[in-house]
T-cell receptor, first 115, second 111 residues
Framework: DQQVKQNSPSLSVQEGRISILNCDYTNSMFDYFLWYKKYPAEGPTFLISISSIKDKNEDGRFTVFLNKSAKHLSLHIVPSQPGDSAVYFCAASPLGTGTASKLTFGTGTRLQVTL | NAGVTQTPKFQVLKTGQSMTLQCAQDMNHNSMYWYRQDPGMGLRLIYYSASEGTTDKGEVPNGYNVSRLNKREFSLRLESAAPSQTSVYFC??????????FGSGTRLTVV
């Protein structure tokens, strides 16, 4: 039972264009959502997050959109750069469960930004 | 500022052998976690520790044990390794506000 789904295993985008990575979730208790970026042979690193009280959060070239009614979030990268090539994981957590809040991760999308 | 340190980085075990994966964090975080990453499966939670002295099972705990030795250290033990435990293992810690800080991972192969 995959509660967080990333249906696109891979995505290829030209440098300078927009990259859109999608994520769907099924658990209505999830209130906090994060995106992580992972390079080969490294651990995932935090990229951007959004709580359910917002529908958009922006940080430089990265914007996350949340549609609670559709249980869908997306990560937009504009403009895409070759250094953005990595695996991106969507993650979700219920709020209000204290510091032990466990993140549930999606299966990841491998983004390749071509020249 | 090391963050989360995992050892070893690579390990090959024979079926039935045991080993302990070590994890330490220097950020004074209360919560620590062990995940495994497998192709097409994302990251799945094995065990976590909300605070020193407490541990709880995650999504895939079978075949593993953990010890929260102190606030800094959280180890994962495989008592009798099986080929199905071939994976990349990540340790993470978490502060109150943000997401996790991950270690660089341990790539384990069980033959």
């Amino acid at each position: 039972d995959q509660q967080v789904k990333q249906n696109s295993p891979s995505l290829s985008v030209q440098e300078g264009r927009i990259s859109i990575l999608n994520c769907d979730y099924t658990n209505s208790m999830f209130d906090y959502f994060l995106w992580y970026k992972k390079y080969p042979a490294e651990g995932p690193t935090f990229l951007i997050s959004i709580s359910s009280i917002k529908d958009k959060n922006e940080d430089g070239r990265f914007t996350v959109f949340l549609n609670k009614s559709a249980k869908h979030l997306s990560l937009h990268i504009v403009p895409s750069q070759p250094g953005d090539s990595a695996v991106y994981f969507c993650a979700a957590s219920p709020l209000g469960t204290g510091t032990a809040s466990k993140l549930t991760f999606g299966t990841g999308t491998r983004l390749q930004v071509t020249l | 500022n090391a963050g989360v340190t995992q050892t070893p980085k690579f390990q090959v075990l024979k079926t039935g052998q045991s080993m302990t994966l070590q994890c330490a964090q220097d950020m004074n975080h209360n919560s620590m976690y062990w995940y495994r990453q497998d192709p097409g499966m994302g990251l799945r939670l094995i065990y976590y520790s909300a605070s020193e002295g407490t541990t709880d099972k995650g999504e895939v705990p079978n075949g593993y044990n953990v010890s929260r030795l102190n606030k800094r250290e959280f180890s994962l033990r495989l008592e009798s390794a099986a080929p199905s435990q071939t994976s990349v293992y990540f340790c993470a810690s978490r502060d109150r506000k943000y997401g996790y800080t991950f270690g660089s991972g341990t790539r384990l192969t069980v033959v």
